[in-house]
């Protein structure tokens, strides 16, 4: 059929219907090449709308990442000035309470004396020191409230010297004396002679002492404006400098129940031992009962451990 055929070629019914006008073929592929092209620009406008908007995107999202890594570098190094000060902080806070304490080198806390009407509290002080066996003399004293209810106030002496004040402390540890031996109307009760600590230390120790009674440490006592906790008379002096110190041994102590390679660096560092890798603990003491290693492993290790061992002596094979 030749192309001028195809071009009046119509079927029957379009044949006999008047109102139907047959269909150019050139102006059909004209018309569907504007259409196609026209679509092809709308989704060309499309593509690059999207490529700017990716763009854009992009743009912004650099920007958000050096904004949290800049955020990041910052927040690093407000970290180290943070841990920066806090440690000067702890040593001026330490200086401190260091120069407070040595200020109350001459002083001594008498406890348990019995408050009477009247009271001259200088006569009680050197009464109390002459009895001990120290000359000195008492420049001021005072009473201070105790923590204690219906127990007396307890008495707080200025000394002449540092040495006073050491002796007489000395003495009374060993007399271990009692209220008669300085009046016959104090009765049997002890009389306690300690020194006289800054609220700062005052605090650390009564801590000190509550971890000491859970631990099993047998000795905590104050010298030389420091805090000492042992286990026992044959095991080495640890020092408490502050509640940071002290926080330090009782995570060891923690950690050695999740974690049975430190139970050695701990038994070294508390007793001063130092144990060899045959070495093995024999038997621990659980709430002053003797238990055997070898009884029952796996009951220690859930139960002696976690309650802060204490080692019993010798305790190496």
């Given amino acids: 059929m030749s192309k001028i055929t195809k071009s009046k070629w119509a079927c029957n019914k379009c044949k006999f219907n008047e109102n139907v006008q047959p269909v150019n073929e ?6 569907v090449h504007n259409i196609t092209n026209e679509n092809f620009n709308n989704l060309t406008d499309s593509v690059k709308f999207m490529s700017d908007k ?7 999202l650099q920007e958000l990442l050096s904004l949290v890594k800049e955020m990041r570098e910052e927040n690093r190094v407000l970290k180290e000035q943070n841990i920066k000060l806090n440690n000067e902080i702890i040593l001026l806070v330490n200086r401190v309470n260091t120069l ?45 409230p105790s923590k204690i209810m219906n127990n007396p106030r307890k008495l707080v002496a200025e000394l002449s010297t540092r040495l006073c004040s050491i002796n007489t402390i000395t003495n009374s540890r060993k007399t271990k004396p009692k209220g008669n031996m300085f009046h016959e109307k104090w009765g049997m009760e002890p009389i306690y002679v300690n020194h006289y600590l800054t609220i700062f230390n005052r605090n650390l120790f009564f801590k000190t002492k509550a971890f000491a009674r859970q631990a099993g440490f047998k000795f905590v006592w104050f010298k ?18 502050n509640e940071s110190s002290l926080s330090n041994l009782k995570e060891k102590f ?4 999740y974690n049975p390679k430190l139970t050695w660096k701990l038994v ?5 031992s130092n144990p060899k890798n045959n070495d093995r603990i024999k038997t621990v003491v659980v709430n002053d009962i003797i238990v055997n290693i070898d009884d029952n492993p796996k009951e220690v290790s859930n139960t002696a451990v976690p309650k802060l061992f204490s080692l019993t002596a010798p305790f190496l094979n």
């Fill in 100 to 144: 407070e304490q040595k200020a109350f080198d001459n002083f001594i806390e008498i406890v348990g004396v019995p408050e009477t009407k009247d009271e001259n509290i200088v006569e009680t002080v050197k009464t109390i020191i002459t009895k001990l066996g120290v000359e000195t003399t008492v420049n001021r004293a005072f009473r201070v």
């Fill in 54 to 60: 990716f763009d854009s995107f992009g743009t912004q």
């Fill in 254 to 257: 923690r950690k050695v129940s």
């Fill in 26 to 31: 050139t102006q059909n592929k004209k018309t």
């Fill in 268 to 272: 070294n560092e508390i007793t001063g």
């Fill in 224 to 241: 030389d404006s420091k805090i000492f906790i042992k286990k026992n008379e044959d095991q080495k002096a640890i020092l408490i400098e």
